[in-house]
């Protein structure tokens, strides 16, 4: 396989893991904003997961980041 198809693999995939990491911290994210709502606070759990994802989606978005400055680079040679 060769490096161009191995990027744009690698670029799918991370779009993926960022699409289901979003999905997965929609549930806290409502869960805090109906709290913050309705003048309480939110769970601690409910904050943490947030902040995982949150974490994890940064990371990824970072790392498609370097895919696809990675996959252009190799386009303009």
């Not at 744009?8 to 289901?20: D, F, G, V």
Request: aromatic share 6%; charged share 45%; hydrophobic share 30%.
């Amino acid at each position: 396989m060769s490096k161009k198809s191995q990027l744009k693999k690698a670029i799918e995939e991370c779009e993926r893991e960022i699409e289901a990491f979003e999905h997965k911290r929609e549930r806290s994210q409502t869960a805090i904003m109906r709290a913050m709502l309705a003048g309480k606070k939110a769970s601690s759990e409910d904050e943490h997961y947030f902040t995982t994802f949150s974490n994890l989606i940064d990371q990824k978005r970072e790392e498609l980041r370097r895919l696809r400055v990675e996959l252009d680079d190799l386009g303009k040679k």
